[in-house]
């Protein structure tokens, strides 16, 4: 069984800053990559940004310049640090894993329950 915990959503101002972080645990082998998504209402979930186990990052147009991933393989946790957050930035945030539970299966995706992120005055 595996568990994504996420923390850090909530309500901030226009131009504010939030973390988000995402912690893995149950049987985990091996993680690929972890990341966030998000969905707006009448959006589709979209990537915001994504880290693989090597350090390489991805992020949405969106968001660059802003946004920032970071992680911590030895405690398979993921952060996301956002600066000058704009009310487009309102979503719930889901965080995503993608990894191998044994080293005999292939890597598979698992998601968070999502956490609310509002930015507004």
């Known amino acids: 069984q595996v568990q994504l915990v996420e923390s850090g959503g909530g309500l901030v101002q226009p131009g504010g800053s939030l973390r988000l972080s995402c912690a893995a645990s149950g049987n985990i082998f091996n993680i690929h990559a972890m990341g966030w998504y998000r969905q707006a209402p009448g959006k589709e979930r979209e990537l915001v940004a994504a880290?693989?186990?090597?350090?390489?990052?991805n992020y949405a147009d969106s968001v660059k310049g802003r946004f920032t991933i970071s992680r911590d393989n030895a405690k398979n946790t993921v952060w996301m640090q956002g600066n000058s957050l704009k009310p487009d930035d309102t979503a719930v945030y889901y965080c995503?894993?993608?990894?191998?539970?044994?080293?005999?299966?292939?890597?598979?995706?698992?998601w968070g329950q999502g956490t609310q992120v509002t930015v507004s005055s």
């Open positions: 880290i693989t186990a090597g350090g390489s990052t």
């Open positions: 995503n894993a993608q990894l191998r539970r044994y080293y005999y299966e292939p890597l598979n995706d698992y």
